[in-house]
T-cell receptor, first 112, second 113 residues
Framework: NAGVTQTPKFQVLKTGQSMTLQCAQDMNHEYMSWYRQDPGMGLRLIHYSVGAGITDQGEVPNGYNVSRSTTEDFPLRLLSAAPSQTSVYFC???????????FGPGTRLLVL | LAKTTQPISMDSYEGQEVNITCSHNNIATNDYITWYQQFPSQGPRFIIQGYKTKVTNEVASLFIPADRKSSTLSLPRVSLSDTAVYYCLVGDFRAGSARQLTFGSGTQLTVLP
C-alpha cells in the first residue's frame, strides 16, 4: 500500500490563481481530512469527509473547496489564492473518526 | 472545542525518560486523548491514544488522572531520533460526532547527545 499520497510536493502561485491539491489513499478509508500547518500554530482542520459524497467544514474553511466523488480521492481546491494561504497542507485519512489518522507527506504552498 | 495547552519546548539527553504534559481543562465526557509525533517535512504520526488511567504500547505510555483534565506522554529512554514535535489532541472520536478535532501548537522535544 502506498498509504496517503499528496501532489504536488511544492507549488508556487501568484495571488488570484487557482489550483487543486491532490490527495489519494489506497487503504479504503472512509474518513479523510485536510489540515494546514503554519509556523507556531500546529495543525488546523480545513475540511473533512466521512465518506464519498459527504463533506463538511472544519475550523478554517474559507477560501477552500472540497469534493469527495470516490472513496480514494479528496482534492482541495483554492479558488483564488491569497498570500494568507501560504502554508503546508496535510491530507489525512482513517477508517472512521474514532480511528488513528494517517497523514500524507504534505504540500508546501507559497502564494506570492 | 477542547483546547489543549502544552509546553512549547523541552530538552532531554539520550537515555533519559521524557514526560510531556498536556492540559485540557474543558475535556468532554466523550473525548479521547491522542498523541501524535511529527518530524520536519513529514506529516504527523500516531503514537498513542487513551481515555482514562494508563495506556502503554511499544513506544510510549500515556497517563491520565481521574479528572482527565491533563495527560502525560511518557517516552522511555529517548534517543536522538525522538527529536520531533509532539501534539496532544483531544476530541470526540465517536462515529457521527460533529465535534471537530483540534491540534494544539505542540511541544518541540530536542534530544541531546
Amino acid at each position: 500500500n502506498a498509504g496517503v499520497t499528496q501532489t504536488p510536493k511544492f507549488q508556487v502561485l501568484k495571488t488570484g490563481q487557482s489550483m487543486t491539491l491532490q490527495c489519494a489513499q489506497d487503504m479504503n478509508h472512509e474518513y479523510m481530512s485536510w489540515y494546514r500547518q503554519d509556523p507556531g500554530m500546529g495543525l488546523r482542520l480545513i475540511h473533512y469527509s466521512v465518506g464519498a459524497g459527504i463533506t463538511d467544514q472544519g475550523e478554517v474553511p474559507n477560501g477552500y473547496n472540497v469534493s469527495r466523488s470516490t472513496t480514494e480521492d479528496f482534492p482541495l481546491r483554492l479558488l483564488s489564492a491569497a498570500p494568507s494561504q501560504t502554508s503546508v497542507y496535510f491530507c489525512a485519512s482513517s477508517f472512521s473518526r474514532q480511528e488513528t489518522q494517517y497523514f500524507g507527506p504534505g504540500t508546501r504552498l507559497l502564494v506570492l | 472545542l477542547a483546547k489543549t495547552t502544552q509546553p512549547i519546548s523541552m530538552d532531554s539527553y539520550e537515555g533519559q525518560e521524557v514526560n510531556i504534559t498536556c492540559s485540557h481543562n474543558n475535556i468532554a465526557t466523550n473525548d479521547y486523548i491522542t498523541w501524535y509525533q511529527q518530524f520536519p517535512s513529514q506529516g504527523p504520526r500516531f503514537i498513542i491514544q487513551g481515555y482514562k488511567t494508563k495506556v502503554t504500547n511499544e513506544v510510549a505510555s500515556l497517563f491520565i488522572p481521574a479528572d482527565r483534565k491533563s495527560s502525560t506522554l511518557s517516552l522511555p529512554r529517548v534517543s536522538l531520533s525522538d527529536t520531533a514535535v509532539y501534539y496532544c489532541l483531544v476530541g470526540d472520536f465517536r462515529a457521527g460526532s460533529a465535534r471537530q478535532l483540534t491540534f494544539g501548537s505542540g511541544t518541540q522535544l530536542t534530544v541531546l547527545p
